[in-house]
């Protein structure tokens, strides 16, 4: 049946949506949920600061990724009289890493223990498979078999069994070559590692649910907002609204006012940090990740995620299979600089992001240490061949014939002026200025981000609550 629906806004924050539907309620949870999409539509193309709506918040979070759109839902489930707002500067959430990762959720294995990678992961996974429980949202719990080619390897592999014992990964257990077949038949190895409650989830999914469950909060999301800058709100009429409310986040033509901001900006965190007057250090450099997908015929070949043992001689993971939810298999991923920020093609060239990354100490130092293993990745993006070789090591059926390239993400790698890679959270203020010290920067949420966003959104609320005290707003 047709739905009608007449939306009109209320003041600052309050949204009213009457909806007449000639069975006088939605029938299901989709119908529901593309009403809401729709409201949400409206409302970004008006909802922005005027003399007679002005856009006023306690609490600004800017980035609609999965980290940025889990912070705001959390202020809202803790402190549900305040005012909040979501800034994203696309057209809808999760269009960058939340929406271009493998989709995995990780248990916690690789991380060193007492890390808060490692106490955020295996605290976020359990939240996300409730998270997904209430919220109907679709996931595989397919495992994870972590896995072991040579005696060299093996070695490796006992230090990681190790960290999946200290880090109380559930479910955790150790495989020898014969057992492996059982877990995934046409898998090879000398050991390994399996890990059950790994799975699989669309994130975009997952963050749109957020975005849906924030709006219905109270809070407002506004979307094609690009933050251009932070400054003291100078532009209120009103004394008191200018003391209340003293800081202002600047886009392109649009303005919100507010008590205090938290940036979850991923690319562009440590440019938005630098606009508070923080620190350049770290730097994000953007990696990008080139997938390859398994073709039809062959994806009965693999239904677990099967990754290998990483080389401590090497910055990153190396390539492995990812099942997908909607039934392909990914290859991959490689690990080349992206020449943009949001570069996914070796053609995306951006001239301000190149030079800024070339010409940074840490990645000068970073490229020296690994010019080797840089150059052997370039070689993996041009002949995918060499990937397929790689990976013929756990399951030897799979052959050049059988992949074709793939999507590819964009990393947001936090780098030191050393050359040292940032391998866990970063969290940011700059106390010397009235601005700087209303504004709190998550300046590094590696991977596993995504999995452990819910446990990662409720310590930056911690923070947030601790430096601002939001609790007397």
């Not at 970004?44 to 918040?57: A, F, K, V, W």
């Not at 077949?181 to 963050?207: D, F």
């Not at 532009?235 to 886009?251: D, F, H, K, M, T």
Request: with cysteine; glycine share 8%; charged share 25%.
């Amino acid at each position: 049946m047709a739905a009608f629906t007449i939306v009109s806004n209320l003041k600052s924050r309050n949204l009213m949506s009457v909806c007449f539907n000639l069975n006088a309620k939605y029938t299901t949870p989709a119908v529901y949920q593309n009403e809401r999409r729709i409201v949400r539509d409206w409302k970004n193309q008006r909802h922005y600061s005027t003399d007679e709506d002005p856009c006023l918040y306690d609490v600004v979070v800017v980035g609609g990724g999965i980290v940025g759109m889990a912070t705001a839902r959390e202020l809202l489930n803790q402190h549900p009289t305040i005012k909040v707002a979501l800034l994203e500067k696309e057209k809808k959430l999760a269009l960058h890493q939340t929406g271009h990762n493998s989709g995995v959720i990780h248990a916690g294995i690789y991380y060193k223990p007492k890390s808060l990678k490692a106490t955020l992961c295996v605290k976020g996974l359990h939240l996300m498979y409730k998270y997904c429980d209430s919220n109907n949202i679709p996931y595989k719990k397919c495992g994870k078999l972590i896995v072991a080619t040579d005696k060299t390897e093996c070695e490796q592999l006992d230090d990681l069994i190790d960290r999946g014992k200290k880090n109380n990964v559930p479910g955790m257990r150790v495989l020898e070559g014969h057992e492996i077949k059982k877990i995934e038949p046409n898998c090879k190895g000398v050991r390994a590692i399996w890990s059950p409650h790994t799975g699989i989830i669309n994130y975009a999914q997952v963050t749109e649910s957020m975005g849906l469950e924030f709006e219905d909060l109270g809070g407002d999301i506004h979307l094609n907002f690009k933050v251009t800058g932070f400054r003291t709100n100078k532009s209120s009429n009103s004394e008191s609204e200018r003391a209340q409310y003293p800081l202002e986040i600047v886009g392109n033509k649009k303005c919100v006012k507010t008590r205090y901001a938290v940036v979850c900006a991923g690319l562009y965190s440590d440019k938005l940090a630098v606009m508070t007057g923080c620190k350049r250090s770290p730097k994000i450099v953007p990696i990008r990740g080139e997938y390859m997908l398994l073709n039809d015929k062959k994806v009965n070949l693999v239904s677990r995620n099967i990754y290998p043992v990483p080389n401590p001689k090497y910055p990153f993971l190396g390539v492995h299979f990812t099942p997908r939810m909607d039934g392909s298999v990914w290859l991959g991923p490689n690990a080349v600089l992206a020449f943009k920020r949001e570069g996914y093609r070796w053609m995306d060239f951006s001239i301000v992001d190149f030079i800024g990354t070339v010409t940074y100490p840490g990645f000068i130092k970073l490229a020296a240490k690994n010019a080797k293993f840089g150059m052997q990745e370039m070689v993996k993006s041009i002949y995918f061949k060499k990937q397929v070789d790689d990976l013929r090591k756990f399951i030897p059926d799979v052959t050049v014939n059988d992949v074709k390239r793939g999507p590819a993400g964009v990393r947001a790698q936090a780098l030191d002026s050393k050359g040292n890679l940032v391998d866990d959270f970063v969290f940011d203020l700059n106390e010397k200025t009235e601005v700087g010290k209303r504004v709190l920067h998550c300046r590094n949420a590696p991977s596993p981000g995504a999995t452990s966003s819910l446990a990662i959104a409720e310590l930056i609320v911690q923070r947030l609550n601790e430096q601002f005290n939001l609790c007397m707003l």
